[in-house]
Structure formats: structure tokens, C-alpha cells
């Protein structure tokens, strides 16, 4: 083989488009959007996975997922939509019938705002798009520590969850769950966010209104306290 033969193939081997290394799960929220801060400076090339489920605030949310990647310079982003979680119902999220209360933090019960068996759903599409671009890791913002206690959101669950992508994927397949903010309360969730320059202006959190954020949701008080307790002020504003 000729020199100039051997020069053109290196030429189309690495002009050819490299696989990504990760799947991150944006949601639009500070949780997610410092868990792509985090997945970004872990890779070299990652996709972003927005999942729509039929909530209320929808649009901004789509929104806040957008500029997030789009901050990134993420090509390659996919949008779908899982309404058929507002059909079946049981969240205020998704449910007109039920009110978003207001936030009580010192609660232990599980709030009306869980969408049950949300996160599942959502690893699943994540597992199949994994599993086709041959990423080998899903980064997912779930918080345990200082949520609202969400069952979806255990670190067990995930674990779990992991062993069932292993049991029913391709033999070759190898993808990992990756949750980098599990163990963290939202105060260290702020302080990450900053030390990465995540753009956390641009996340979306409020449960009830596409706006201004209301202030007094389980996620706007979440955010807000995490904010305080880290000695920050957050960059969106709040009708209370």
C-alpha cells in the first residue's frame, strides 16, 4: 500500500463521526443542569435527553433544556414526550384534579408532586438510545439526600435499575447509571453548580407557573433554601 493510500485512509477514519460517550438526562431543573455541568467536564462528547410527561409547566421547562444544551454546544439532543404518564394521573403535576400544595420541608410523607414511576420511564428511553449511539453512560440528576423524598430517586433504585439495563440489553452492551448529585443537599448542589459555572440562570424549578416561579412549590422552596443555605442568590426571579 502507497503512501498516498495509506494518507487517505487515515484522512476517513478520522473524519468519521466519533460515538458519544454519554446520555444526560436534562430536564431543565438546577439539578439536571449541574449534573450536565458535571457530565461535561467527565466527557468528551455527550447527548442531552429531554422527556416531556404531560406537566404543567411543560414549554418552559422544554425551554430551559434547550438553552442549557445549547450553552453547551450540544449537537446532538432528542425531545420526546411520555403524555401517557398526565393520562394515567396520580400527580399534581400531571393531574388537574390535584393541587401542587404548598411546600412543607419538614414533611417526611411523599408529596403530591411525585409522578409515579417517572424516573423509570425516562431510564428506559435513555437505555434504548444508550444502547443504539453505544454511549456507555446515562447521567441522571437525582438527589436523595435533600429532595422531597421521592422513591424514584433512592440510590437503590438506581443500582436496581442498572442490573435490569444489564439483564436485558445486547450481551456487548455495557451502560452505567451515572448519578453524581445523590448524596449532595441542594446548598452543595448550589456550591458544585458555581464551581463548574453550570448555567444555572438559565434552569428551570417551579411546579406551577411558566412566568415567574412561584416561590412556594416543594422545588422552588428546595432551590431557594439551597440558595440561602450556600450563601448565594439565585438568578431567576420569584413572585414570592
Given amino acids: 500500500m502507497d503512501n498516498s493510500l495509506k494518507e487517505e485512509s487515515n484522512l476517513s477514519v478520522s473524519a468519521s463521526p466519533r460515538l458519544p460517550d454519554a446520555v444526560c438526562l436534562v430536564s431543565g431543573g438546577m439539578d439536571s443542569c449541574v449534573t450536565a455541568a458535571i457530565a461535561n467536564s467527565e466527557n468528551k462528547e455527550l447527548t442531552f435527553l429531554h422527556v416531556s410527561y404531560g406537566q404543567l ?3 418552559r421547562e422544554r425551554k430551559a433544556f434547550n438553552d442549557i444544551a445549547d450553552f453547551y454546544n450540544i449537537e446532538k439532543r432528542l425531545d420526546v414526550s411520555i403524555e401517557y404518564l398526565a393520562k394515567i394521573g396520580g ?4 393531574d388537574k384534579d ?3 400544595t404548598e411546600a412543607n420541608l419538614s414533611s417526611k410523607d411523599i408529596p403530591s408532586s411525585y409522578v ?3 424516573n423509570a420511564n425516562m431510564l428506559a428511553i435513555a437505555t434504548s438510545w444508550a444502547e443504539v449511539i453505544k454511549a456507555e453512560k446515562i447521567y441522571i ?3 436523595a439526600e435533600d429532595s422531597s423524598g421521592y422513591p424514584d430517586c433512592r440510590p437503590e433504585f438506581f443500582k436496581s435499575f442498572e442490573k435490569t439495563i444489564e439483564t436485558g440489553t445486547k450481551p456487548e452492551t455495557r ?4 448519578t453524581p448529585i445523590i448524596d449532595l443537599t441542594k446548598a452543595e448542589i448550589v456550591k458544585k453548580g458555581t464551581e463548574l459555572n453550570a448555567p444555572i440562570h438559565l434552569s428551570w424549578s417551579c411546579y406551577r407557573s411558566e412566568d415567574m416561579a412561584c416561590g412556594t412549590c416543594d422545588s422552588c422552596a428546595l ?3 439551597g440558595f440561602k443555605q ?3 442568590i439565585d438568578p431567576i426571579q420569584y413572585k414570592k
Fill in 223 to 225: 432551590r431557594l433554601r
Fill in 57 to 59: 409547566t411543560e414549554e
Fill in 116 to 118: 409515579p414511576f417517572r
Fill in 230 to 232: 450556600a450563601g448565594g
Fill in 98 to 100: 390535584i393541587e401542587v
Fill in 175 to 178: 451502560i452505567k447509571i451515572e
Fill in 91 to 94: 400527580s399534581s403535576l400531571t
Fill in 141 to 143: 440528576g437525582a438527589v
